[in-house]
C-alpha cells in the first residue's frame, strides 16, 4: 500500500519534469539558432527587396571588426552576372571603384555590420566609393 502511493505521486512528478528538461533543452538550441537566423533572415530580407526592383545591385559588405565572422554575408551563385544582388567585401576604394564600374548597370549599395545592431544599408555614388567615404558618417 505504501509503494503504490508513493508511485502515485512520483510518476506524475517524473513526467513533468522530464517535460521541462525537453522545453528547456528545445529553447537553448532555439537561442543558439536564433543569431545564425537572425544575419540569415536579413540577408534573405534585404535580397529580396532590393531583387523586387527589377534592377541589379552590387552590394559592398563592410564588417565591423568585432562582427561574427561566421555570419558570412559574402555568396554568389555560380553565374553572378545573372543573379539580381551582387555581394562583395568592401576592399580598399581603387578596388571598390573597379567592380562598381564593371558592374556600371546595377546600383552599388555599402552594407555596414556592426555587432549587436541590425544591418545598415547605404545607396552610393561613384564620388564616395571613388574617395572611400560612403556610408561615413
Known amino acids: 500500500l505504501r509503494y503504490r502511493s508513493i508511485r502515485r505521486y512520483l510518476v506524475p512528478v517524473a513526467v513533468v519534469w522530464s517535460c521541462l528538461l525537453v522545453v528547456i533543452s528545445g529553447l537553448e538550441q532555439r537561442s543558439f539558432l536564433s543569431d545564425t537566423e537572425r544575419w ?70 555599402l552594407l555596414r555590420l556592426l555587432p549587436e545592431t541590425p544591418p545598415e544599408l547605404l545607396r552610393c555614388r561613384l564620388a564616395e566609393i571613388s574617395a572611400g567615404t560612403c556610408g561615413d558618417p
Open 40 to 109: 540569415f533572415r536579413h540577408k534573405e530580407r534585404i535580397t529580396e527587396v532590393l531583387a523586387a526592383s527589377g534592377d541589379g545591385h552590387v552590394v559592398l559588405v563592410r564588417y565591423d571588426p568585432d562582427y561574427d565572422l561566421h555570419a558570412e554575408w559574402v555568396y554568389n551563385s555560380a553565374d553572378i552576372d545573372a543573379q539580381p544582388v551582387i555581394w562583395a567585401h568592401e576592399l580598399d576604394p581603387g578596388r571598390n571603384l573597379g567592380l562598381v564600374e564593371y558592374y556600371a548597370d546595377r546600383t552599388p549599395w
